[in-house]
Each structure stands twice: as structure tokens, then as C-alpha cells.
């Protein structure tokens, strides 16, 4: 998995190249084989394809369990997303209803803390990087809890529990974003997957060479669909590589709303 990802970072498309290749050449070591062989009988021919019709059902199966299981995990890292975002969002309001100076604090904290979950979420996959966006993300949030525990401490009442909560949730959604950014398909479905694909394809072109014929337009759109499928999956189980990425437009949504702080109308 790690060498499909190291080419993924690279380029998405060179991935695409590389399994588009290996399909290739899987076709023509297939067809290859068959060309040597005398021409089959029509009954021996016909168990071939059954044969290979069995193979193509199972790894249509399993092409659309890993394209699920993909999607999956990008909904999730998507979701966690929305959730976090909401849920600063409502730390900030809270500290912004109490007012005292150090809820204020924590409010100006949480801008600059959405602005760090936006930078978590685009960071790419150098983990050197991602380590040092965690450690702030953990200092961060041991300053506004000082300063809520310190609030606590002057003024114990309903407003400042509320406030707590908040708090407490939007750390968790930063810790269940992290899960999920974190939790990959195992690799060795990819490989499967291409394993499979790989002797599908050479024996489809050893069908169709025992019956002398050549399909080479139908067998490269297939072979190019193949390549499709794979790629998508391999670009949805990734976050942190390909073009298919977690937006951040909720986020900056939310920030945006900080912008106009809280105003106190006049009684009616």
C-alpha cells in the first residue's frame, strides 16, 4: 500500500499510468499464452469462459465492496468535518455570551484555532508536518481549558458548565477528525484488488486468443475502466494525497461568522 500512496503523492495520474500498464501487460502475456496453443475444440473453449466469467463476477464484487468501503471513509472524514466546525462554532458563541475577559480569550483562541483545524485538514501527507499541527492543536487547547477552569473557579454557575461542554466537544471532534484521517482500507485489499484485476484481464485475452479473435478497442475501454476504479478508490481511502479531498469550506464558513462578533441590541 505504501508504494501505490508513494505514487499517488507523486502523481494521481502516474498511479492511473502504473495500473493502466500492469493491466496491459497482463493482456498480452494472456493473449500470448494462447497464441502458442493449438485451436481448442468449441466445448473446451466454452469451459474457458465460464471460467472467466466466474472470475469477472468475483471481482466485480470486489471492486464495488473496496469502492464502498472508499466512499465510506471519506463520508466519515467529511462528517467529522462538519461536526467540528459546528461545534467551535458554539464554543465560540458561549464564550462570547459570558463576556468576561478570559471567555473573551477563549474566543479569540477558537479563531485561532479553526484556522489550525483548516491547516490540518489541507496538510498533506508529511507526518513531520502533521505532528507539529497536532502538538499546537494540543497546546491550544490546554490554554482555553486553563482559562475555563479559571473561569470555573470565579464563577461556578449553569453558563460556565454550558461553556465546558462546548468546549469538551469540540476537542473530541478534533480527536475524531484525527481518527479519521488516520484510518485507512487495508492494504491488502489494494493489492487483491490488483492481483485480481491483473489475471481477470490475462484471462479474458486468453479467451479471446484460443477463439482467434482480437477485440483491441473493447479491451482497452475495459482495461481503461479497470484502471478507473482502481484509481477512485485508491484517491478516496487516501486524504491526504490525490485530488479527491476533504472540503474546508465549512470551516471557513464558521470563521467567517466570527467576523462580525456579538452584538447586544437595544430593548425594543
Known amino acids: 500500500m505504501q508504494s501505490l500512496v508513494a505514487v499517488a503523492q507523486f502523481s494521481i495520474l502516474a498511479l492511473a499510468a502504473a495500473i ?16 502458442r496453443q493449438a ?5 473446451e473453449a466454452e469451459g474457458v469462459g465460464l471460467v472467466v466469467t466466474g472470475m469477472l463476477g468475483l471481482l466485480a464484487f470486489s471492486l464495488g465492496l473496496a469502492l464502498t468501503m472508499a466512499q465510506s471513509r471519506f463520508d466519515t472524514r467529511r462528517a467529522a468535518a ?26 479569540r483562541l477558537l ?3 479553526i484556522r489550525l483545524r483548516i491547516e490540518y485538514v489541507q496538510a498533506g501527507p508529511d507526518q513531520t508536518g502533521l505532528s507539529a ?18 473561569i470555573v473557579r470565579e464563577r461556578p454557575d449553569p453558563a460556565v458548565a454550558i461553556l ?50 482480437r477485440h483491441p478497442v473493447a479491451t482497452a475501454m475495459l482495461i481503461a475502466m479497470w484502471t478507473a476504479t482502481i484509481t477512485v478508490t485508491v484517491d478516496l481511502s487516501q486524504p491526504r494525497v490525490g485530488s479527491v479531498r476533504v472540503d474546508t469550506r465549512v470551516y471557513e464558513w464558521t470563521l467567517q461568522g466570527f467576523s462580525g462578533g456579538v452584538t447586544v441590541p437595544p430593548m425594543p
Open 20 to 35: 493502466f500498464l500492469s493491466l496491459l501487460l497482463a493482456h498480452y502475456v494472456g493473449g500470448s499464452l494462447a497464441v
Open 39 to 43: 485451436q481448442p475444440p468449441p466445448d
Open 82 to 107: 462538519l461536526q467540528e466546525a459546528n461545534a467551535i462554532g458554539t464554543a465560540w458563541l458561549r464564550a462570547q455570551a459570558i463576556g468576561d475577559g478570559r471567555s473573551l480569550a477563549i474566543a
Open 111 to 113: 479563531e485561532d484555532y
Open 133 to 150: 499541527i497536532s502538538q499546537r492543536t494540543s497546546d491550544m487547547q490546554g490554554v482555553m481549558w486553563g482559562h475555563a477552569k479559571a
Open 164 to 213: 465546558l461542554a462546548s468546549l469538551n466537544e469540540a476537542f473530541d471532534a478534533s480527536t475524531a477528525q484525527r481518527w479519521a484521517f488516520v484510518d485507512p482500507i487495508p492494504a491488502e485489499i489494494f493489492w487483491l484488488l490488483l492481483a485480481m484485476s491483473v489475471l481477470a484481464i490475462g484471462a479474458i485475452s486468453y479467451q479471446i486468443a484460443l477463439r482467434r479473435k
